[in-house]
Antibody
Framework: EVQLLESGGGLVKPGGSLRLSCAAS????????MTWVRQAPGKGLEWVSVISGSADSTYYADSVKGRFTASRDNSKNTLYLQMNGLSVEDTAVYYC?????????????????WGQGTLVTVSS | DIQLTQSPSSLSASVGDRVTITCRARQSISSHLNWYQQKPGKVPKVLIY???NLESGVPSRFSGSGSGTDFTLTINSLQPEDFATYYC?????????FGGGTKVEVK
């Protein structure tokens, strides 16, 4: 059974940084692209980033480009999201999710497995 | 970026009703459209992928259709466990945008 467990959320001041982690089990981690999706309180889903299985390609939403960096350590079955220059608009539950493809750009892919999410609160 | 517009943003329905939710893309996305269901306090769950393919384990009362720019999610004979928020997502290109969501509430 695929399990994804996020950690690293918490309270951070505007302008601060945070690194989220997503530990994966029950899968051949390097065989799948991994995605970050966030959801602000009471709001809809927002796609944040995707990284390929081999970490050779990454893509970001315009709202986080240049501030967030996705990475992964396939030897540890762990996905990361480094978040810098945080603002109150980044307050959200952050989910990691797994698709079916190893490629980050594969058309037709979908998010079959999701973690439980970790809450990031940006406030002074 | 490809913008997805869902309608309606919310609807009220009764158990047994047939419910239809629409998702419109600003440009053609072929059949690369997925539907997710999210219940309050829960993680999103995929229902339909590539416009019309039912994910394993999802009840057959859920169906999807469409291609190009216009897509539909239909729930036949709404059940109590179906009251939730539904999101479409395009997987044609990155960024993989989501629609704004449709909340299905009890009438």
């Amino acid at each position: 059974e695929v399990q994804l467990l996020e950690s690293g959320g918490g309270l951070v001041k505007p302008g601060g940084s945070l690194r989220l982690s997503c530990a994966a089990s029950g899968l051949s981690f390097r065989s799948f692209a991994m995605t970050w999706v966030r959801q602000a309180p009471g709001k809809g889903l927002e796609w944040v980033s995707v990284i390929s299985g081999s970490a050779d390609s990454t893509y970001y939403a315009d709202s986080v480009k240049g501030r967030f960096t996705a990475s992964r350590d396939n030897s540890k079955n762990t996905l990361y999201l480094q978040m810098n220059g945080l603002s109150v608009e980044d307050t959200a539950v952050y989910y990691c999710a797994k698709g079916l493809s190893v490629a980050a750009w594969a058309p037709g892919d979908y998010l079959a497995n999701w973690g439980q999410g970790t809450l990031v609160t940006v406030s002074s | 970026d490809i913008q997805l517009t869902q309608s309606p943003s919310s609807l009220s329905a009764s158990v047994g009703d047939r419910v239809t939710i629409t998702c419109r893309a600003r440009q053609s996305i072929s059949s690369h459209l997925n539907w997710y269901q999210q219940k309050p306090g829960k993680v999103p769950k995929v229902l339909i992928y590539k416009s019309s393919n039912l994910e394993s384990g999802v009840p057959s009362r859920f169906s999807g259709s469409g291609s190009g720019t216009d897509f539909t999610l239909t729930i036949n004979s709404l059940q109590p466990e179906d009251f939730a928020t539904y999101y479409c997502q395009q997987s044609y290109t990155t960024p993989r945008t989501f629609g704004g969501g449709t909340k299905v509430e009890v009438k």
